[in-house]
């Protein structure tokens, strides 16, 4: 049973998740040749608070360039 875990800051409308769940497990299936009920795909949400590049958070970066603009 392949699981797919997937890291994404939150965001992003339910409609693009589950466009990518379903990207996911169709090529799963393709590259894998499993049967796609046995595809299992985890999203973790993570807030930009909690997420770093570099030595500073996404959040950080996001406040930055909103006083750049």
């Known amino acids: 049973m392949p699981i797919i ?4 800051l939150t965001g992003r409308d339910q409609a693009k998740k589950s466009a990518l769940i379903r990207e996911l ?3 799963a299936v393709r590259a894998l040749d499993v ?4 595809v299992r795909v985890v999203l973790n949400e993570v807030p930009p608070e909690h997420w770093g590049i570099g030595n500073e958070t996404k959040a ?3 406040a930055k360039a ?4």
């Open 5 to 8: 875990t997937v890291n994404l």
């Open 25 to 27: 497990a169709d090529a």
């Open 35 to 38: 049967p796609l009920a046995s």
């Open 60 to 62: 950080s970066q996001n």
């Open 66 to 69: 909103k006083e750049g603009q």
